[in-house]
């Protein structure tokens, strides 16, 4: 598509510019009553991004016993101290508050017999401190009752199926909207403020969690306006996603509550091999079992997940979503062993924001996972993912109430052309940053990663918008060589551990 076959179309200007429908995005939107937002969604209505596949829940404080401050040091632990220890106090000690919103909006929490919360227990969390809705359906609950809640607030206009591919800019660097492709034109969506909530770029390896959406082209067109990103090389890594032959892209997720529950990881032989791993075994951080899993993937071994003592009979029950993938792919997991690998799962890093969630450009603000507050360090917690799109969403969305900034000024012309990466390049880019940039890393194998994204970026029009991807790419390896150390997610293998 040139850029001379496009119709340009002015949208009618709002006061809050929201792309992405997700869970952050729908709670900045409620939270900025009364201001006019309009939300850019890439996708249908309620299908947005990553949120309605979260099965693992949200980490609350909420259990007798527990407090914010043991779910603050759980989570600083988890990302090896390399959190801002200021977000996640204001992260953990809002959580119940983020529950108790929730539930005034209709998300219907699993409960016991008396009424109290069902709390589960996750990966590096010291007690059951994890919410839950309709089992492992917690994403699709959460987004259910915020799509609902939007669709009736005469504040918020959603408009689906827009994929934002530019910053619009004033000529002294302002964002005062952003450019979207409709599928039949380009269009300018002015702003005062404009709210990126859209999501990672887990989706930008071969295996993944994510769908494909999730492919960091949020973060992409931040960086190509030149605002700063931060911690782009810590990628987490689910260790259990269900291994389908052949398969790439989005894989089913097991969630991590089964090992929660006392599901345990065994090899071909029916050895479990965690215990010797780690002093928590399956409950170890998700880091170190991912990598235990890739070890003996790569050096061929099939790995599973058993969770036939554990759960059984309960799967449909407790655990409908990861039942049904299962039965979907023939493998019945109350009977049998589910073959697992780790997968892409969330990006800890993005573009770089302070407590009111602004970006280093005017008018351009961030939240969740597109956002890195330094919440998470080197490495997220179980189930602190939805919370900090709800706790920064709505935090940002009362904030932008009161003190938004001033009127929008005029946008130069569209910088980029609407060109998407071409599948073959995207599936190249996949594989590259699976094999180079995945679990274990080194710097020769960066090095290659780089050379080989660069001599894509070659290819194309400098003003094409696939160059922007290319260029996140490019800054996710820069970021991975520059970090001489293995911490965390950000594991070399050249390199020794950090203290
Ligand atoms: C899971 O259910 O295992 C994922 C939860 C999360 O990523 O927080």
Do not use: K
Not at 33 to 62: M, N, T, Y
Not at 116 to 144: F, P, Q, S, Y
Request: charged share 15%; with cysteine; glycine share 10%.
């Amino acid at each position: 598509m040139s850029a001379q076959s496009y119709v340009m179309a002015r949208q009618p200007a709002s006061e809050v510019l929201v792309i992405g429908a997700g869970v952050a995005g729908l709670a900045t939107a409620l939270a900025a009553a009364p201001r006019a937002v309009r939300v850019l969604g890439a996708g249908a209505p309620g299908g947005d991004g990553a949120s309605i596949w979260a099965q693992g829940g949200i980490a609350a404080a909420v259990g007798t016993g527990d407090a914010p401050a043991q779910h603050a040091a759980d989570t600083l632990a988890a990302g090896q101290w390399r959190n801002d220890p200021v977000a996640v106090r204001h992260l953990t000690e809002c959580a119940p508050d983020v529950i108790d919103w929730l539930e005034r909006l209709g998300v219907r929490f699993d409960r016991d017999g008396d009424g109290a919360l069902l709390l589960g227990r996750e990966a590096a969390h010291g007690c059951m401190r994890i919410v839950h809705a309709r089992g492992d359906a917690t994403g699709a609950e959460v987004m259910r009752a915020l799509t609902r809640a939007a669709a009736r607030c005469a504040h918020i206009a959603v408009v689906p199926q827009r994929r934002a591919f530019a910053l619009a800019r004033t000529a002294d660097g302002r964002v005062v909207g952003a450019w979207a492709w409709s599928g039949q034109a380009v269009e300018l969506w002015p702003a005062r403020a404009v709210v990126l909530a859209t999501g990672g770029y887990a989706a930008l390896y071969r295996h993944t969690t994510n769908p494909a959406g999730n492919d960091g082209g949020g973060i992409a067109l931040a960086l190509a306006a030149g605002a700063a990103v931060a911690d782009l090389e810590f990628v987490q890594f689910h260790p259990t996603a269900l291994a389908l032959p052949g398969a790439s892209g989005q894989l089913p997720l097991l969630t991590e509550a089964l090992r929660g529950a006392g599901a345990v990881l065994i090899d071909g032989s029916g050895q479990r091999f965690m215990p010797a791993e780690h002093p928590l075994a399956e409950l170890a951080p998700r880091d170190v079992v991912a990598r235990a899993v890739a070890a003996r993937t790569l050096s061929g071994h099939a790995v599973f997940l058993d969770a036939r003592a554990a759960v059984g009979a309960a799967f449909p029950e407790h655990f409908p979503t990861v039942f049904a993938a299962c039965m979907q792919a023939g493998i019945d997991p109350r009977t049998q062993p589910v073959p697992i690998t780790p997968a892409a799962h969330y990006c800890m890093g993005g573009v770089r924001v302070d407590a009111d969630a602004r970006s280093s450009l005017d008018g351009l603000y961030a939240v969740g996972e597109a956002a890195c507050t330094g919440v998470h360090g080197a490495n997220r917690l179980a189930s602190n993912s939805l919370l900090e799109g709800l706790a920064f969403g709505r935090a940002l969305g009362q904030h932008l109430a009161t003190a938004l900034p001033g009127a929008a000024g005029a946008a130069l012309p569209c910088p980029r052309t609407y060109a998407p990466l071409d599948a073959a390049t995207r599936a190249a880019l996949a594989d590259v940053l699976w094999t180079h940039a995945g679990l274990v890393r080194d710097e020769a194998g960066l090095a290659h990663a780089a050379t080989r994204i660069a001599a894509w970026r070659a290819t194309l029009a400098p003003d094409a918008s696939a160059a922007d991807l290319l260029d996140l790419a490019a800054a996710l390896i820069a970021a991975m060589r520059a970090r001489r150390e293995s911490v965390g997610a950000h594991w070399r293998r050249d390199v020794r551990a950090a203290a």
